[in-house]
């Protein structure tokens, strides 16, 4: 039942997607980082006071190293969404998965099934044809970008994993992944222009900010406590809510060739996770550091 999280957090997360791309019209990438997780440090803070569970962890460097994958990989989202179709920089941001098995693989040091093999085939394959011909050559850039945000949201829902099930309570976990996350943008604006925050646009930043931390505590409970591969499954819900959203809002029409790309790429990614030994989940458990 902790899996079925993931659904909560694909709506919010699909909903955070649009006010991403509301605000990537009126102010940079960094910038909506950076409200997006100042959102997310305040309410996890607010929660931490209200459940009585001090915010010191004796896990700094996991913290550290879950801070930075998961701001990187939310940079590198919100610039694709801003870049390319809703349903497009989902469903790239969205091989997390894939990248997770291999992941998962190699740090294990265990030799790759052949269905594993046939899955990674079947997600990635779908990734280039997404990539090409489906995508003009302006939104190549986009891409790429989307394609690396999947790479680091895997490094991030991994070391998500080790935090919760090393005992670090969820709401822990949000709050330094919040806390790194504006430290990151914050000086990364340093070197560029802010924007105004008008009544006629904090809306979006509000909207984007709490459905993002929303769906970021769900997540974060689907991961820690759910069985991976149904989590995994069900997590493309979000691909689905983006692009009924992209096409209501923005009429996005997409090729025939995008559709199949992004069933190849769900498929392969729950295929991906299937095909991981039970034991290999459970091992990852194992490393605290």
Not at 115 to 138: D, H, Q
Request: proline share 4%; with cysteine.
């Amino acid at each position: 039942m902790q899996s079925l999280w993931i659904l909560v957090s694909g709506f919010f997360f699909a909903l955070m997607g649009v006010f991403v791309k509301l605000g990537a019209e009126q102010f940079a990438t960094a910038e909506l980082v950076f409200y997006r997780s100042l959102t997310t440090l305040l309410v996890a803070l607010l929660m931490l006071r209200w459940s009585g569970i001090a915010w010191r962890s004796e896990k700094p460097w996991m913290h550290c190293k879950r801070g930075l994958t998961g701001f990187v990989s939310l940079l590198l989202f919100f610039q694709a969404i801003a870049l390319l179709p809703l349903a497009t920089a989902m469903t790239l941001n969205y091989t997390s998965p894939l990248f997770l098995t291999l992941i998962t693989v190699v740090l294990l040091h265990e030799r790759p099934r052949p269905l594993l093999l046939v899955a990674l085939a079947l997600g990635f394959g779908g990734t280039v044809l997404l990539l090409r011909p489906s995508l003009r050559p302006e939104e190549m850039l986009g891409g790429a970008v989307g394609l690396a945000s999947g790479l680091f949201a895997a490094l991030a829902y991994y070391n998500v994993r080790q935090l919760v099930r090393a005992q670090e309570p969820e709401i822990r976990v949000v709050l330094y992944f919040g806390l790194y996350a504006t430290l990151g943008a914050a000086l990364w604006m340093l070197a560029s222009d802010w924007h105004p925050v008008r009544w006629s646009n904090v809306w979006i930043l509000l909207g984007m900010g709490l459905t993002g931390t929303f769906g970021q505590l769900a997540v974060t409970r689907a991961y820690g406590h759910g069985r991976t591969v149904v989590t995994a499954a069900l997590s493309y819900g979000t691909v689905v809510w983006g692009s009924v959203l992209g096409i209501a809002i923005w009429h996005e029409v997409l090729p025939l060739t995008s559709w199949l790309a992004m069933t190849l790429i769900m498929a392969g990614g729950v295929l991906a996770v299937a095909t991981v030994p039970a034991r290999s989940d459970a091992s990852l458990t194992q490393t605290s550091d």
